[in-house]
């Protein structure tokens, strides 16, 4: 049974099931794990106004999760080396990148360069599709732009250099993209959650 923690605080600890060393971060942590518990912690305990958004590499690389409410078992990161304790409605933005042309496994990519996450490289068709965080939005924030580079991997040329908009819908409490002329024409993406979007390839033709 996991123990009490504060509304606003995330309790992790050293071993499953909430056991060994207890270590408490409140809302705002924007944590690197020290060297010393760098992969080390095991399981989690998120207070009822509070999410963890983490990251398994220090550069905010590898797999990503949101953890809220009692998590015995948060080994399936993979070693946990980055993370952020913010108020439970904020907005985790995640892509998977599917190609649609028929290209090879791997051979587009997707930059995104965000603010509060950092460059991201998504790779098409990745196998298994893995979630990837490209934004951070709390509820009601402002409206957050990231760049966007379009990639064939094979013959190193872009495809398109853009920019990607997510805006708070205040009537749904989700994520939108916002269209603009900055999106690149070759991908359409379509709503998988609340702030999830499936971001396809459906034209390999460069821009002019």
């Known amino acids: 049974m996991a123990p009490p923690v504060d509304p606003s605080t995330a309790k992790f600890y050293v071993k499953k099931e909430f056991e060994g060393d207890e270590y408490p971060y409140s ?3 924007d944590v690197s794990v020290p060297g010393s518990l760098n992969d ?13 958004i983490a990251w398994q590499h220090y550069n905010e690389s590898g797999v990503y999760r949101e953890w809220e409410g009692a998590n015995p078992d948060i080994s399936d990161i993979g070693g946990l080396s980055r993370f952020k304790v913010v108020e439970n409605n904020t907005r985790a933005i995640s892509f998977q990148f599917v190609d649609q042309t028929g290209g090879t496994p ?3 990519s997707l ?6 996450v950092g460059t991201v490289l998504i790779k098409s068709n990745e196998d298994p599709l893995e979630w990837h965080l490209v934004g951070i939005l709390p509820a009601g924030g402002p409206p957050v732009t990231t760049g966007v580079f379009l990639r064939n991997e094979g013959t190193g040329v872009y495809l398109s250099v853009g920019s990607i908009y997510f805006q708070w819908n205040k009537d749904t409490n989700e994520v939108d993209i916002v269209e603009s002329e900055a999106f690149p024409p070759q991908l359409k993406y379509t709503r998988k959650g609340p702030s999830a979007f499936e ?3 459906i034209d390999n033709t460069p821009s002019q």
């Open 27 to 29: 809302i705002g942590a």
């Open 40 to 52: 080390k912690f095991l399981s989690v305990n998120v207070g009822n106004n509070t999410k963890v």
């Open 106 to 108: 791997l051979q587009y």
């Open 111 to 116: 930059k995104i360069d965000a603010r509060d």
């Open 199 to 201: 971001i396809a390839l």
